[in-house]
């Protein structure tokens, strides 16, 4: 797991709303720089602009693969990181979105087979598979967490995409870290608002974060707490 000593360091900053226009995507990766955040998502089409932006900072051009409901074929999806990477060596980050058909419907063969073959492609880039625990129960959770855990190259399971039917809680936070311990890092995405969800989520088990709010935590956080880098 990436060490992670800053707060900014803590979010990937996104804006993936169906209505994002352009103009108002330059306004947030702009602003999304200004913070410094670990990542900027903003719709597929538009992210060679974050690529030019972030180029020469430490700020990941973070992409998806099969976003929103993973539903794509394996190939298409393998055809969207391949297309990703190719923007340039910006693209640290790739967010696979794991079949939700496929894990609703029990097919774990499936799941493994799909994840463990894109996975593959990252070997240099951090992998994070969205499970989309909205949907999912305790027991299905706990199953795509532990096939996760087999796959060396997934670093981080990710909660959520923001199109789910509930928020992330902290329970599902917990119910994924009973699974992969310290082994995979937890990204908690849809939902997150404010900055003592934040606070709550990490007293919980979460590292890092995908949010539509992240300049507005991040100026909460400067405010609360004057001077500090990070959360205690
Ligand atoms: O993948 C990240 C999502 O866009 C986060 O969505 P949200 O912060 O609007 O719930």
């Not at 394996?74 to 980050?93: C, F, H, N, Q």
Request: aromatic fraction near 10%; hydrophobic fraction near 40%; charged fraction near 30%.
């Amino acid at each position: 797991m990436e060490r992670i000593d800053k707060f900014s360091k803590r979010f990937d900053s996104t804006l993936l709303k169906a209505t994002a226009t352009i103009k108002e995507s330059e306004v947030f990766i702009d602003d999304s720089v200004s913070c410094d955040f670990r990542a900027i998502v903003v719709p597929w089409y538009l992210m060679d602009r974050v690529v030019k932006k972030v180029r020469g900072t430490d700020i990941s051009a973070a992409c998806g693969s099969g976003f929103p409901f993973g539903f794509e074929t394996t190939e298409t999806k393998a055809y969207m990181i391949r297309e990703s990477l190719r923007l340039g060596p910006e693209v640290r980050d790739i967010d696979i979105t794991a079949n939700i058909s496929a894990m609703k419907s029990g097919d774990w063969d499936y799941f493994e087979r799909e994840v463990s073959y894109l996975s593959g492609l990252l070997k240099d880039v951090t992998c994070k598979v969205i499970i989309e625990v909205s949907y999912l129960d305790t027991v299905e959770i706990e199953k795509a967490c532990s096939i996760l855990m087999k796959l060396p190259h997934v670093d981080f399971v990710k909660t959520g995409t923001g199109y789910g039917s509930r928020p992330t809680t902290l329970e599902d936070v917990r119910i994924i870290k009973r699974v992969v311990g310290d082994e995979k890092g937890i990204k908690v995405s849809g939902g997150v608002k404010s900055l003592s969800q934040v606070e709550d989520f990490i007293a919980a088990g979460a590292d890092i974060f995908g949010s539509s709010n992240a300049v507005a935590i991040y100026r909460e956080f400067t405010e609360k707490y004057p001077g500090r880098t990070d959360l205690a």
